[in-house]
Nanobody, 120 residues
Framework: QVQLVESGGGQVQAGGSLNLSCVVS????????MAWYRQAPGKQRELVAT???????NYADSVKGRFTISRDNSRNTVALQMNSLKPEDTAVYYC??????????????WGQGTQVTVSA
């Protein structure tokens, strides 16, 4: 069974930094696109950043220049370095990955979420 487990959330003052990490565990054939989403209270879940298996990245306009997504294919991990944090970045952050349990099937998996709170 494929599982995604996040770590690294917490509380920080505005202007501070946090690093989120997510590891994909279980038995699988390959990992394709990986991403971070976030959901603030009363709002819909939104895409923060994506990274393909060949390390092509894309960011939401609201985090460009402040957040950096990276992955380590040898360790099946994806990270999100968040700098210059703002109160509006406060949300539950979710790791997402497109994983092939075998070469014929691709499934979408989510982590359990990690809380990030930025105080003014």
């Amino acid at each position: 069974q494929v599982q995604l487990v996040e770590s690294g959330g917490g509380q920080v003052q505005a202007g501070g930094s946090l690093n989120l990490s997510c590891v994909v565990s279980g038995k699988f054939f390959s990992i394709e696109n990986m991403a971070w989403y976030r959901q603030a209270p009363g709002k819909q879940r939104e895409l923060v950043a994506t990274i393909t298996s060949d390390i092509s990245t894309n960011y939401a306009d609201s985090v460009k220049g402040r957040f950096t997504i990276s992955r380590d294919n040898s360790r099946n991990t994806v990270a999100l370095q968040m700098n210059s944090l703002k109160p509006e970045d406060t949300a539950v952050y979710y790791c997402n990955a497109a994983v092939r349990p075998n070469r014929w099937i691709r499934n979408n998996y989510w982590g359990q979420g990690t809380q990030v709170t930025v105080s003014a």
